[in-house]
């Protein structure tokens, strides 16, 4: 799921602003990225039915595009629309209890700070680890304070194989110092959905990843 390099994209409604969301969505699904999380937070995010419908129209866009889809912290919506995968935070459900939920056809993503919660996200189960926020973040109000790539960097020597996607305000101008601390992928919110111009701000982030350029 994470054999290339990944562009690792999270959007729900509130993310979109004036634009149209599935909209958006595809965009990004034509500009290249690879991985979709659903992460449907803040003031007017969806829930209930709405909520249900939304998600299973964004999975069928991924599916278009053979992009995986996955859902942020709601194991229940995950669940009733067969996501290909679920993302956790520490503050979240225990993730042992989350892997025992889904089984094992769905992968998990845990967010992690440091080796220690890498261990024991990896001893519960976890597919892949996000790790952050990199940089300062405009998109999550609670959000600890930036670590840089650093602790990427120690996960990565203690865990070489396990995929670590980097998040938390990156560019395509500082994504190469995330690269380089031997990330598998970057995630972004607000640098895409922002953009007005998606697919090339797409094409930008791809042209960040080592050994490949882009236009």
């Given at each position: 799921m994470?054999?290339?390099?990944a562009i690792?994209?999270?959007?729900g409604?509130?993310?979109?602003?004036?634009?149209d969301p599935?909209?958006?969505?595809?965009?990004?699904?034509?500009?290249?990225?690879?991985h979709?999380?659903l992460?449907?937070?803040g003031?007017?995010?969806?829930s209930?039915?709405?909520l249900?419908?939304?998600?299973?129209?964004?999975?069928?866009?991924c599916?278009?595009?053979?992009?995986?889809?996955?859902v942020n912290?709601d194991?229940?919506?995950?669940?009733?629309v067969?996501?290909d995968?679920?993302?956790?935070g520490?503050?979240d459900?225990?993730?042992g209890?989350?892997r025992?939920?889904i089984?094992?056809?769905?992968?998990?993503?845990v967010?992690?700070?440091s080796v220690?919660?890498a261990?024991?996200a990896?001893?519960?189960?976890a597919?892949?680890?996000?790790m952050?926020?990199?940089?300062g973040?405009r998109?999550?109000?609670?959000?600890?304070?930036a670590?840089?790539v650093?602790?990427?960097?120690?996960?990565?020597?203690q865990y070489p194989h396990v995929?670590?996607?980097?998040?938390g305000?990156?560019?395509?101008?500082n994504a190469?110092a995330?690269?380089?601390a031997?990330?598998?992928g970057i995630?972004?919110?607000?640098s895409?959905?922002?953009a007005?111009?998606v697919?090339?701000?797409i094409?930008?982030?791809q042209g960040?990843?080592p050994?490949?350029?882009?236009?």
């Amino acid at each position: 799921m994470f054999d290339n390099p990944a562009i690792y994209f999270l959007m729900g409604t509130p993310n979109a602003g004036t634009k149209d969301p599935l909209a958006l969505l595809e965009q990004a699904l034509e500009g290249g990225i690879t991985h979709f999380q659903l992460r449907e937070k803040g003031e007017g995010a969806l829930s209930g039915s709405a909520l249900e419908d939304f998600a299973a129209a964004c999975k069928k866009l991924c599916k278009a595009y053979d992009v995986p889809f996955f859902v942020n912290d709601d194991v229940d919506l995950a669940c009733t629309v067969e996501a290909d995968g679920i993302h956790i935070g520490q503050e979240d459900m225990d993730c042992g209890a989350v892997r025992k939920r889904i089984g094992y056809s769905m992968a998990l993503g845990v967010s992690v700070h440091s080796v220690k919660e890498a261990n024991q996200a990896l001893s519960c189960g976890a597919t892949y680890l996000g790790m952050g926020p990199v940089y300062g973040t405009r998109s999550k109000a609670d959000a600890k304070p930036a670590a840089g790539v650093s602790e990427i960097r120690k996960v990565k020597a203690q865990y070489p194989h396990v995929p670590i996607i980097g998040i938390g305000g990156i560019e395509p101008h500082n994504a190469d110092a995330v690269w380089q601390a031997g990330a598998s992928g970057i995630a972004v919110i607000s640098s895409i959905a922002e953009a007005d111009d998606v697919m090339g701000q797409i094409q930008r982030f791809q042209g960040s990843i080592p050994g490949r350029r882009v236009g």
